[in-house]
């Protein structure tokens, strides 16, 4: 016997159950699968959620407003917060133009409250997918706990996706031979919903507000240098964070683990194969230095949703037709974010007198050229380009 869906969904992270929400909310029956159980678990990180991507939560009917901190403005620096060597975004004093930072488990709590609520969406998980092919009808994927049928399969499996892989879709992939280590503060002065990215030699260090005089830290730079950091006892790790920081928020306290991860700029070569759709880091995984990884997958999840409303309401096959203009639409969209952020990373790692001279002579030109910083800031909202549905309008 086999289960019958518009939609099979494998993986249940954040743009998982993005993507399931928003082809319910468009009017499709939908599948969802992970080969572990679908919890909130445990995650020390949290996300920068453009504008657009929180008009996207609010559309899907999540209230977030209790754990996303506003960001009311954002700086990057050279140096302190008050060096001339800055570029300066000044929100609009709520957080609705520049959007807001959330801790990853809250959100994946949100999202998962909201599906089991979605009479449209069944999970099935933990399971094991030992064949997924396709025809001229449909995918069908084949599970240790039955057989499930859909026009159309999509994977959110992440980076290493097997989906993408058993579809034969190559990756273009730079390894950047640095990491990233993440861990949350507690701090003895108000952060005022500032973000802060200063650069240092190596990469750059972000201190994120979030709730409850809290912040997320994010710091960027060579594998052996972040790992040294990361081995630090806790007490000379605060040290030399508050060093880094020059004091910004006074005295500092960890409230959660430091975690590492490699950081790699990988692209797939297309975003689509036979009745298939790669959505979130299974398509595309870039620098953190942005804040926009995750923001591009819930385009994704979006973008996604829009094309196969399309194609149902022209009677076409979602599976076929609606996967037309998702190619063309993410692939330029990621690409472009992708090379950004793999040119400022870049541009950060050359450690040489007359190139910093002139990076932040560069942030000093930016700052004072209104129509280029205010270019960046519908950038960092995420409101640039052709926006999906779900995100450029309130329901």
């Known amino acids: 016997m086999k289960t019958e869906y518009d939609i099979l969904i494998v993986g249940a992270g954040l743009v998982g159950l993005t993507t399931a929400l928003c082809c319910a909310k468009t009017g499709f029956s939908v599948g969802l699968m992970d080969r572990k159980a679908v919890t909130a678990g445990q995650d020390g990180r949290a996300s920068a959620l453009s504008a657009s991507s929180?008009?996207?939560?609010?559309?899907?009917?999540?209230?977030?407003?209790s754990d996303v901190q506003p960001i009311r403005d954002m700086?990057?620096?050279?140096g302190t917060p008050d060096s001339p060597w800055r570029l300066h975004f000044e929100g609009d004093g709520d957080g609705g133009d520049l959007g807001g930072l959330i801790e990853n488990q809250k959100l994946k709590a949100a999202l998962l409250s909201k599906v089991k609520a979605t009479k449209a969406i069944t999970i099935t998980a933990p399971l094991m997918i030992t064949e997924a092919v396709h025809d001229a009808s449909g995918v069908n994927v084949v599970s240790n706990v039955g057989d499930f049928?859909?026009?159309?399969?999509?994977?959110?499996?992440?980076?290493?996706?097997?989906?993408?892989?058993?579809?034969?879709?190559?990756?273009?992939?730079?390894?950047y031979d640095a990491c990233s280590l993440v861990t949350t503060?507690?701090?003895?002065?108000?952060?005022?919903?500032?973000?802060?990215?200063r650069f240092l030699p190596g990469g750059p260090l972000a201190v994120l507000p979030l709730t409850e005089q809290r912040s997320q830290i994010v710091w960027s730079g060579p594998a052996a240098q972040i790992k040294a950091a990361e081995?630090?006892?806790?007490?000379?790790f605060l040290a030399l964070l508050f060093e880094k920081m020059d004091g910004y928020l006074g005295q500092l306290q960890l409230t959660a683990p430091r975690v590492s991860w490699p950081l790699r700029l990988q692209v797939a070569d297309q975003f689509t194969a036979d009745r298939l759709a790669l959505v979130g880091d299974a398509a595309h995984v870039i620098h953190p230095l942005a804040g926009q990884g995750l923001n591009l997958g819930l385009r994704d999840a979006a973008a996604l949703a829009d094309g196969l409303k399309a194609a149902k309401e022209t009677g076409q096959d979602i599976g076929v037709a609606g996967l037309l203009d998702y190619e063309s639409a993410r692939n330029s969209d990621t690409r472009l974010?992708?090379?950004?952020?793999?040119?400022?990373?870049n541009l950060y790692r050359i450690n040489s007198p007359a190139l910093g001279h002139a990076r932040r002579l560069g942030l000093v030109l930016t700052n004072r050229w209104g129509i280029i910083t205010s270019a960046l800031r519908k950038e960092a909202a995420g409101e640039t380009g052709s926006l999906p549905g779900l995100m450029r309008r309130r329901f």
């Open 185 to 197: 503060i507690a701090h003895e002065l108000p952060h005022d919903g500032l973000a802060w990215q």
């Open 337 to 345: 974010m992708g090379a950004t952020t793999h040119a400022l990373a």
């Open 75 to 78: 700086l990057v620096t050279e």
């Open 231 to 236: 081995a630090l006892d806790e007490a000379d």
């Open 54 to 65: 929180l008009r996207l939560m609010e559309n899907l009917g999540l209230d977030l407003s």
């Open 149 to 175: 049928t859909a026009a159309l399969l999509v994977a959110a499996d992440g980076r290493e996706s097997t989906l993408r892989r058993k579809a034969g879709i190559n990756v273009q992939r730079f390894d």
